[in-house]
């Protein structure tokens, strides 16, 4: 294979600077470490270790193309093909969701308020599958089931409990008719859903673009369709002090404890994230 006259670390330099023309430094840093990792398997040690080598045609047509593309408006996550979640390499592509900060979280919440063993956990909408396996791996002996109904997102969420050797059972089911046993989990988790359509004037562009906006968008006139319809499964899927755990809209928190509360749940608690948003919402199972 022919090789061209730059080493690795300025090809690294190269992409950095190209992407700073449109994103901050520590936002164009993070991009180019996750094209190598993705590309390379390489880490920021790796790419310390190997900055003198020569790369190759292959590596420079790679990064060179990604940095093209992101500065077209593609998210680097699905020209790459991964997002890093909880500690782990997602598999992502453009049917599903790219897993945010705020929903690992929620996963912090959950698991550190469930020290049980052998808990039965629902993720409703799994997308790529992030919450779902980030919870098989973080609780003790817990049995996972992961449920959407976008073929594409169960491809992705399968692809990534077989690549990880999660303990998760992937099905597809349709929330307004899914119909599961009394009393058969203890945890349901869900991240539905939850921007209403008049948000998408305040939406970045690389968003609405290439995001499924069936995983992203609600009605006007009926935001919390996704969150009414799981607490009422929840009041006959969850066991006794079953727990619901959602992700929300901050502007529609208020409403969603009303919600709650006219269905029986206790307890019901609105928590903030990191950028003191209000961003969380957990209850239990009404008696």
């Given at each position: 294979?022919?090789?061209?006259?730059?080493t690795v670390s300025a090809l690294a330099a190269g992409a950095r600077a190209r992407l700073r023309e449109r994103f901050a430094e520590g936002e164009a840093r993070?991009?180019?470490?996750?094209?190598?990792?993705?590309?390379?398997?390489?880490?920021?040690?790796?790419?310390?270790?190997?900055?003198?080598?020569?790369?190759?045609?292959?590596?420079?047509?790679?990064?060179?193309?990604?940095?093209?593309?992101?500065?077209?408006g593609e998210p680097v996550q699905y020209v790459v093909g991964e997002a890093?979640?909880?500690?782990?390499?997602?598999?992502?592509?453009?049917?599903?969701?790219?897993?945010?900060?705020?929903?690992?979280?929620?996963?912090?919440?959950?698991?550190?308020?469930?020290?049980?063993?052998?808990?039965?956990?629902?993720?409703?909408?799994?997308?790529?599958?992030?919450?779902?396996i980030a919870l098989s791996r973080c609780l003790r002996f817990p049995k996972v089931t992961a449920i959407d109904l976008s073929d594409d997102a169960l491809a992705v969420a399968r692809e990534n409990v077989e690549k990880l050797k999660a303990n998760v059972d992937?099905?597809?089911a349709d929330i307004f008719t899914f119909d599961p046993a009394p009393h058969s989990f203890d945890i349901i988790v869900s991240n539905p859903p939850y921007i209403v359509e008049s948000e998408k004037k305040d939406m970045e562009d690389n968003v609405l673009d290439h995001e499924p906006h069936l995983a992203l968008f609600v009605p006007d006139d009926n935001?919390?369709?996704?969150?009414?319809?799981?607490?009422?499964?929840?009041?006959?899927?969850?066991?006794?002090?079953?727990?619901?755990?959602?992700?929300?809209?901050?502007?529609?928190a208020d409403d969603l404890q009303k919600m709650l509360e006219s269905?029986?749940?206790?307890?019901?608690?609105?928590?903030?994230d990191s950028h003191d948003k209000v961003r969380f919402a957990t209850a239990i199972k009404p008696n």
């Open positions: 294979m022919q090789i061209r006259n730059i993070d991009m180019v470490r996750l094209m190598f990792h993705a590309f390379k398997g390489w880490d920021v040690t790796n790419l310390v270790m190997y900055g003198d080598r020569l790369a190759s045609d292959w590596l420079c047509d790679k990064v060179d193309d990604a940095v093209r593309r992101v500065l077209h890093y979640f909880y500690g782990m390499d997602l598999y992502v592509a453009p049917g599903v969701l790219i897993p945010r900060p705020e929903t690992a979280e929620l996963v912090d919440m959950i698991v550190d308020r469930n020290n049980a063993s052998d808990l039965r956990v629902l993720d409703v909408g799994t997308g790529s599958g992030a919450i779902a992937v099905l597809k935001p919390l369709i996704y969150y009414s319809r799981i607490a009422e499964i929840g009041r006959q899927a969850l066991a006794e002090e079953g727990r619901l755990y959602f992700e929300i809209n901050p502007k529609f269905q029986g749940y206790t307890e019901v608690e609105l928590k903030r």
